[in-house]
């Protein structure tokens, strides 16, 4: 006796859903950041949000004492990256605490 060869389909991962874009929680107002000069920022931390949706903080003290008190926001997240993506985008900054 045959038996016949059931074939089963095999199971298919979830598509991947586009991820939305994070919104910050806290109240922080957003900067403009065309020509604000880091000497004018009034708190330790931006808040930087990448196109990709990640929220990453960085400490303004570290970018003072690297390019300078005269040097705009800018300039010095010119060359932030984003720990997700790996990319250079900045989508929005925050002030932060």
């Known amino acids: 006796m045959a038996f016949s060869k059931r074939r089963f389909p095999k199971a298919r991962p ?15 107002p957003r900067l403009r950041v065309g020509g604000l000069r880091l000497d004018a920022l009034e708190c330790a931390v931006v808040q930087v949000v990448c196109k990709c949706g990640h929220v ?13 008190r005269a040097a705009r926001v800018r300039d010095a997240l010119g060359a932030v990256r984003c720990s997700r993506c790996l990319q250079q985008t900045i989508h929005r900054v925050f002030a932060g605490r």
């Open 14 to 28: 979830a598509p991947k859903a586009a991820r939305p874009p994070v919104i910050p929680v806290s109240d922080m």
């Open 56 to 68: 990453g903080e960085v400490p303004v003290v570290p970018l003072i004492e690297r390019h300078g």
